[in-house]
């Protein structure tokens, strides 16, 4: 108890002088970001007493543009990786901005770290391909130099995260983990700390990937002390202290840790970031504990509901909507294990809000990009009809001047005409070949937009993932597992069709990978014989999904009812073309069966409810009968069937 007491008063003799130089020392860094150089340089002069002063020689330096590339490093750091509310967009351009290194011998680590600094913040802002062609800019300039030297090999080593982190977004969790090991060996040969912070990070999230907590734990807590020695603090600084906090309340047992970690973390550029980690935490506490009381004095408040509301007030504005998510996550969670049941609504509906608004925010603007390029393009080919007409005219005017003109001979004419018809092939073969360019911008376009939503769904599945681990509630677990298949399901649909030149899904390939992944989570210990017949069936996007969808739910519905007791259990899934108008989707299973009366338009089964809408958008009809089991016989239209029909 005395513990606790302690490490809790440290925070409240610290944080206001902290919070007054950090404000100052932001408005520093705004005021470069924004040009206002001559601002910038009269805050410098009245911080001197602020520490860390060597950070404000830095700042000098960068704003009389005599800073070298580890002051841009530094100052770049503070902002992307301490600062929450860091305006982005400016330190991109700043960035870009900055003159490339002068010719040497030797290569300018620091410019490496600098522009490594820049990759990383933009694959963690989602701007893959942006970070990629960065990447191949830098790795062009690091292979100017000898392989052997030392800066070379770190520099190679820092770039090669990249693709470790590729590896992991793609899944490929083994082929990841083994170049992240290697990488963190090498990282330890050379004795160099920050280098072992990046690559023992990174192998954590394979870690996590595998559900390997200790290990985890182990690693992060290596990456901690490592920190310890150092004067200035790794990217991954805060980080580190979020995964062990984390890791350690998930782990239960630890709360001398996590209490020395949350003060840590409190103290540091990242104060805020602890904000949702302190709510977590209070959950494990009464009103009446020493912990909670310091921690109420701390924020000035008197009990959960304002302690909610106030750290709601602090973060909303200053951090970015997916930290500010946590906020709301963890407050609805503190305010649901105290009783406050109406409270904590609110803030879970404000939560589920801003999951949604992100999402979609995301994916209207990559559409939103993509229809605007079809525009151009639109307008492109239109100029170039109207040039062909323009040079039409001008054809003709010539033949009228030669009928005109009888005094031309006719070899004149044969010679101007085959010029023209060599002029015209030469122009037509231009037109050609651009319009082929143009097919493949649009394919690789595509693609892009398929990886994109795919990535967006996979997002949204970790999300409900994390918001499922804390549910006790059967029936609500349930749902949201659920929810996370139909997720998947259709995760699944771009990941097929990103993987496609053709633009449409095998659905042979994506019923057997649905039907592995469902099972994987409903039967993993029961016999079934699962028998499947889709082969030479592709359709597009439009049906593909929801087709999906009805598949996903009609096989979690066997997985759930038909085959509860054990035995041999068989699961038919067959997809064909049933006439010139309609195919044909079965799904039939050997178990009890449904009840006789049943009527699937009036059902309370969200999933089969779901079945049934989905049917009618794709224009078809559900059928549902008893044979030695359930079977389902679900007639649909494919998209060209239904254009027909419209």
């Known amino acids: 108890m005395k513990f606790i007491r302690y490490h809790l008063l440290i925070i409240l003799f610290s944080c206001f002088t902290y919070s007054q130089q950090s404000v100052q020392v932001n408005k520093i860094e705004d005021f470069i970001l924004n040009k206002k150089l001559d601002s910038a340089l009269i805050y410098i002069s009245k911080q001197k007493d602020i520490r860390p002063s060597d950070y404000l020689s830095a700042l000098k330096r960068v704003t009389i543009s005599k800073g070298s590339y580890k002051d841009y490093y530094t100052f770049v750091l503070n902002i992307a990786f301490n600062r929450d509310n860091g ?73 090669q995260t990249h693709k470790i982190v590729l590896l992991l977004i793609e899944n490929k969790v083994k082929k990841g983990k083994k170049l992240c090991i290697s990488g963190l060996k090498k990282s330890e040969k050379l004795e160099d700390p920050i280098l072992q912070i990046i690559y023992l990070n990174t192998l954590c999230d394979f870690l996590i990937a595998e559900r390997n907590l200790d290990a985890y734990i182990t690693k992060s807590e290596k990456s901690f002390d490592l920190e310890k020695t150092l004067q200035n603090k790794s990217p991954f600084y ?99 294990s105290k009783g406050f049941l109406s409270e904590a609504y609110d803030y879970e509906s404000e939560s589920v809000g801003l999951t949604r608004k992100i999402y979609s925010e995301d ?194 519905n066997a997985y759930k009812y038909a085959f509860k007791t054990s035995g041999n259990h068989i699961l038919n899934i067959t997809i064909k073309k049933e006439n010139k108008a309609f195919y044909k989707l079965t799904v039939s299973d050997n178990g009890p069966g449904l009840k006789k009366d049943i009527n699937l338009e009036k059902i309370k089964s969200l999933g089969l409810r779901l079945v049934t809408r989905l049917t009618k958008q794709l224009q078809g009809s559900v059928t549902q009968i008893n044979k030695n089991g359930a079977v389902f016989e679900i007639l649909f239209k494919d998209t060209a069937l239904r254009k027909q029909l419209n």
């Open 363 to 556: 994916l209207a603007t990559s559409l939103a990009n993509f229809q605007t390029e079809q525009a151009v393009k639109e307008k492109e080919l239109e100029i170039a009809h109207e040039k062909e007409k323009s040079d039409l005219y001008g054809i003709i005017s010539i033949l009228a001047i030669l009928i005109l003109a009888f005094l031309l001979t006719i070899i004149l004419k044969m010679i101007k005409q085959q010029k023209l018809l060599k002029e015209k092939n030469i122009e037509i073969a231009k037109q050609r070949d651009a319009i082929v360019l143009k097919e493949k911008e649009k394919g690789l376009l595509l693609k892009e937009v398929h990886h994109r939503v795919k990535n967006n769904f996979q997002i949204v599945s970790s999300l409900l993932e994390l918001q499922t681990k804390d549910i006790e509630d059967e029936k609500a677990l349930n749902l949201a597992n659920d929810g996370k298949n139909r997720i998947k399901s259709m995760a699944l649909i771009h990941q097929k069709l990103y993987q496609n030149e053709t633009g449409l899904v095998d659905f042979d390939e994506y019923v057997h990978l649905l039907v592995q992944e469902l099972s994987t989570v409903y039967a993993s210990n029961k016999n079934i014989k699962t028998i499947i017949n889709s082969k030479n069936m592709q359709f597009d996007i439009d049906t593909a999904i929801p087709l999906g969808l009805i598949i996903n739910e009609l096989v979690t």
């Open 238 to 336: 805060a980080s580190t202290l979020i995964k062990l906090i984390d890791a350690y309340m998930y782990k239960g047992g630890h709360t001398k840790r996590v209490i020395t970690l949350l003060n840590t973390l409190y103290n540091s550029p990242n104060r805020i970031q602890s904000y949702s980690l302190f709510a977590n935490f209070l959950r494990y506490f009464d009103e009446k504990s020493p912990f909670t009381k310091t921690v109420f004095n701390r924020f000035g408040v008197k009990d959960y509901i304002s302690f909610c509301k106030k750290i709601y007030q602090e973060s909303k504005d200053v951090l970015n909507s997916n930290s500010f998510y946590f906020v709301l996550n963890q407050s609805a969670k503190l305010l649901k």
């Open 87 to 159: 305006d982005f967009n400016k330190l991109s351009r700043f960035i870009k901005e900055l003159p490339d290194p002068q010719k040497s011998k030797h290569i300018n680590l620091d410019f490496v770290y600098l522009k490594w600094l820049f990759i990383t913040k933009l694959r963690d802002k989602g701007a893959i391909r942006q970070a990629s062609l960065q990447y191949n800019k830098l790795e062009k300039y690091t292979k100017s130099f000898d392989n052997n030297e030392v800066s070379s090999i770190k520099a190679n080593l820092l770039l």
